[in-house]
């Protein structure tokens, strides 16, 4: 079993920075990726960044805005978020990917951190 508990969400005006936290706990020693994913209202989840494998993705709404990144002491997952626009407005989700296979699936991801970005 894993724990992911996401927090760092807030309202801030357009133009601003956040930076997401996402502490993972449990079997972790497996974990082989991680990624943050955003669910804006009726809408559907996507992913936004991720990293794994030698490799690191973002969503071309976010590129060079948005930084994905992982302490392995802390056993933290990190998405620092500048520049931010009303788009970006969202729940934030983190994920992980155990031995090729990412952990939370379907749609109850549990409660996330709200992003507000105002304009």
């Known amino acids: 079993q894993v724990q992911l508990v996401e927090s760092g969400g807030g309202s801030v005006q357009a133009g601003g920075s956040l930076r997401l936290s996402c502490v993972v706990s449990g079997s972790i020693s497996s974990i082989d990726g991680t990624a943050w994913y955003r669910q804006a209202p009726g809408k559907q989840r996507d992913m936004v960044a991720s990293m794994g494998s030698g490799r690191t993705y973002y969503a071309d709404s976010v590129k060079g805005r948005f930084t994905i990144s992982r302490d392995n002491v802390k056993n933290t997952v990190y998405l620092q978020m500048n520049s931010l626009k009303p788009e970006d407005t969202a729940v934030y989700h983190c994920?992980?990917?155990?031995?090729?296979?990412?952990?939370?699936?379907?749609?109850?991801w549990g409660q996330g951190t709200q992003v507000t970005v105002s304009s």
């Open positions: 994920n992980v990917r155990l031995a090729g296979v990412w952990y939370r699936k379907g749609d109850d």
